[in-house]
């Protein structure tokens, strides 16, 4: 009779642990930390220089690390939270829009 307790005890237990999504960490809903203005992205910067493009995304996001990236210059695959990169062409101007990461 006991055996046929845990038994049924175990299944229940399985069945909770399947339909109780697993606990996120806290910070999960605020993924861009504390320098986060809500925006990601800036589009409306593409065909304007560097400077003001890095001028305006410093004006949004206060204390924002933005690096300038010429054409064809290699970059690495890491996300940073505090970070906007800045591809510009040849002439100096936006080429895509500034996102964070």
Same mark, same amino acid.
């Given at each position: 009779?006991?055996e046929?307790? %845990? ?6 237990? $399985?069945?909770t +642990?399947q339909?109780t999504?697993?606990l996120? *960490?806290?910070? #999960?809903?605020?993924?861009?930390g504390?320098?986060?203005t ?12 560097? %400077? ?6 410093? $004006?949004?996001? +206060? ?6 990236? *010429?054409p064809? #210059? ?14 510009i062409d040849s002439s100096g ?9």
């Open positions: 009779m006991a046929k307790e %845990e038994i049924v005890k175990s299944s229940q237990e $399985e069945e +642990a339909s999504p697993p996120l *960490p806290r910070t #999960c809903g605020n993924l861009l504390p320098i986060s809500g925006r990601r992205t800036w589009p409306d910067l593409v065909g304007v220089t560097a %400077e003001e493009a890095e001028r305006k995304i410093k $004006e949004d996001m +206060a204390g924002a690390e933005v690096q300038v990236v *010429p064809d #210059c290699f970059i690495t695959m890491d996300f940073k939270v505090g970070r906007v990169r800045l591809f101007k936006v080429a895509k829009p500034p996102i964070i990461g």
